[in-house]
């Protein structure tokens, strides 16, 4: 059965620190790992990671993908409040010739000024 | 980028009633959309997924016939939650991906009351 683990569950740093939220991995036939940014509604997409070791930066967030270990961080530096969300890690892959999307349960990181 | 839209972005009904919410894709051919739901405080859980033209695969304990979907063209789902109980409901969100590509969009939710 594919699984994804996130941690921590949860977070609270202050304005300006810099965090790492970690997600690990068990599927089959791994096609993609992704990360999104939940606030009140529905998931924004961050970045998708298909190739090991090839960091993704999009302003003070990047995140890097490690395929022999399974596993994958997202880092966001000088954090601000505005950066409060729960973020969740999914993965995709191929089962039974069908394709599959897990996802973890996700890091809720509080962000105090 | 990619564009999903959902609708409507909130809902009352009635015990008894049916219920459909809609997922459009707005830019991109959506070969395979999937429907969720999601607990207050919770992970978002995988209820189906659909390709165009074909059934839905249900996840394990999630009720084909209380969770109707339809994923008649490239563009558009729907899920129909037929005789609607309280414990119904949640936030519904769908997402969508094209042909050969990774990147799943969502889109804006749905939130299901029924009184």
């Known amino acids: 059965e594919d699984k994804v683990v996130q941690s921590p569950l949860s977070l609270v740093v202050h304005e300006g620190d810099t965090v790492t939220l970690n997600c690990s991995y068990e599927?089959?036939?791994?096609?993609?790992l992704l990360w999104y940014k939940q606030e009140k509604k529905a998931p924004t997409f961050l970045f998708m990671l298909t190739s090991s070791g090839i960091e993704k930066k999009s302003g003070r967030l990047s995140s890097i993908l490690d395929k022999k270990e399974l596993f994958s961080i997202l880092n966001i530096t000088a954090t601000q409040t505005g950066d409060s969300a729960v973020y969740l890690c999914?993965?995709?892959?191929?089962?039974?010739?069908?394709?599959?999307?897990?996802f973890g349960k996700g890091t809720k990181l509080s962000v105090i000024p | 980028g990619a564009v999903v839209s959902q609708h409507p972005s909130r809902v009352i009904c009635k015990s008894g009633t049916s219920v459909k919410i809609e997922c459009r894709s707005l830019d991109f051919q959506a070969t395979t959309m999937f429907w969720y739901r999601q607990f207050p405080k919770q992970s978002l859980m995988l209820m189906a997924t659909s390709n165009e033209g074909s059934k839905a695969t249900y996840e394990q304990g999630v009720e084909k016939d209380k969770f109707l979907i339809n994923h008649a063209s490239l563009t558009l789902s729907t899920l129909t939650v037929t005789s609607a109980h309280p414990e119904d409901s949640s936030f519904y969100i769908c997402?969508?991906?094209?042909?050969?590509?990774?990147?799943?969009?969502f889109g804006e939710g749905s939130w299901l009351t029924v009184v």
């Open positions: 997402s969508a991906r094209g042909h050969g590509g990774n990147t799943i969009y």
């Open positions: 599927v089959t036939n791994f096609r993609s």
């Open positions: 999914a993965v995709t892959g191929v089962g039974a010739g069908s394709y599959q999307l897990t």
